[in-house]
């Protein structure tokens, strides 16, 4: 059964420190994996996208990692602010032929304290 | 803003009312989607339009009924909606409808069925 699980569910961080979310799935065959940032009473934004052959990419302060063997994928974020508040959402996608499935984790909810 | 405007932000419903729900891109994509988001789960795709064709339909109860008259305009008609059916809307636009594409989302609409 193709899932995405996250964690940990819920973070609270102070202003200034790092931070690392956890994406672990089950997906097959495999093609790409995204992080979105969700603001509260938004949508979700893109952070990164990476393929199989990516194990790294960076957005800024946000630096997402892909291990495709042990299919886990982890978004790190530097020197928080309090802005970076929002649910952090992995969602992995499976190609089956002609056919696209997006497969959506539950997110982590960050908070930052000042 | 990332281009995918949705309107209204928030409504209240009754259970016998009809109502429609908007979306606008005009980031000159070819496919649009509707989502739904509930508290605890998951985002989950309700629809997906590419060049005005409707191409997946996930199992959505009949009270939901889409219409996409162009590449840029969205709606989502309701009618005869359930409490359960309360939730964040979620519209979004891509390229196309393929695996790579990433996904605009809009604001969403906040529906409350009472």
């Known amino acids: 059964k193709n899932q995405v699980e996250q964690s940990p569910q819920s973070l609270i961080i102070l202003e200034g420190k790092n931070c690392t979310l956890q994406?672990?799935?089950?997906?097959?065959?495999?093609?790409?994996l995204r992080w979105y940032k969700q603001d509260t009473g938004r949508g979700p934004v893109s952070l990164t996208i990476?393929?199989?052959s990516e194990n790294t990419k960076s957005n800024g302060r946000y630096t997402a990692t892909l291990d495709a063997d042990t299919k886990q994928s982890s978004l790190h974020i530097t020197a928080s602010q309090l802005s970076d508040s929002a649910s952090y959402i992995c969602?992995?996608?499976?190609?089956?032929?002609?056919?696209?499935?997006?497969?959506w984790g539950l997110g982590t909810s960050l908070a930052v304290n000042p | 803003e990332t281009g995918v405007t949705q309107t209204p932000r928030h409504l209240v419903m009754g259970m016998t009312n009809k109502k429609s729900l908007k979306c606008e891109q005009h980031?000159?994509?070819?496919?649009m989607y509707w989502y739904k988001q509930s508290a605890k789960k998951p985002l989950e795709l309700m629809f997906v339009?590419?060049?005005?064709?409707?191409?997946e339909n996930n199992s959505v109860p009949s009270r939901f009924s889409p219409e996409c008259p162009n590449s840029s305009h969205l709606f989502l008609h309701l009618h005869t909606l359930q409490p359960e059916d309360s939730a964040l809307y979620l519209c979004?636009?891509?390229?196309?409808?393929?695996?790579?594409?990433?996904?605009?989302f809009g604001p969403g609409t906040r529906l409350t069925v009472t």
């Open positions: 979004a636009s891509s390229q196309e409808s393929g695996n790579y594409y990433e996904q605009y």
């Open positions: 980031l000159g994509h070819n496919a």
């Open positions: 339009y590419n060049f005005k064709e409707q191409t």
């Open positions: 994406c672990n799935y089950t997906v097959s065959p495999f093609s790409n």
């Open positions: 990476m393929t199989f």
């Open positions: 969602v992995v996608s499976a190609n089956a032929g002609n056919n696209r499935k997006l497969i």
